[in-house]
């Protein structure tokens, strides 16, 4: 490689980008939400794997929960008071799921609104 072309890649190589706690939280979350739909498009048959996603997006919430029960955490009370509902939420009918007894998508919108959040989007 002569050194007109070594300069070139030097100096306009891509940056990584930054990644903040939004972003992470974001990918974690859309990960997880997209395991849930595609498990639960199999039907009967995607069950064991529904069960896998489903275990993944407890871990997740409660991850969250521990962070918002943390001293440090920067969000407002209300806000916290709001996503430890949507936890104790999800937890429960994560098991009625689990049991057959009710359907993912709850889990779905609530993950999805959660993304809009992260994203600033209230809509």
């Given at each position: ?10 100096y306009s ?8 706690a939004k ?41 969250f929960v ?58």
């Amino acid at each position: 490689m002569n050194a007109l072309l070594k300069a070139k890649s030097a100096y306009s190589a891509a940056q990584a980008p930054t990644r903040t706690a939004k972003n992470l939280e974001y990918e974690a979350i859309a990960r997880v939400t997209r395991q849930l739909v595609l498990t639960a498009q199999k039907g009967r048959d995607g069950f064991p794997e529904l069960t896998s996603a489903l275990t993944k997006n407890r871990k997740l919430w409660t991850i969250f929960v521990s962070d918002l029960a943390s001293k440090d955490n920067p969000l407002p009370a209300d806000l916290k008071e709001n996503l430890f509902y949507l936890a104790e939420f999800t937890r429960q009918h994560t098991s009625k799921v689990l049991q057959r007894k009710a359907d993912v998508r709850p889990l779905v919108e609530i993950n999805t609104a959660i993304m809009r959040g992260l994203r600033g989007g209230a809509s």
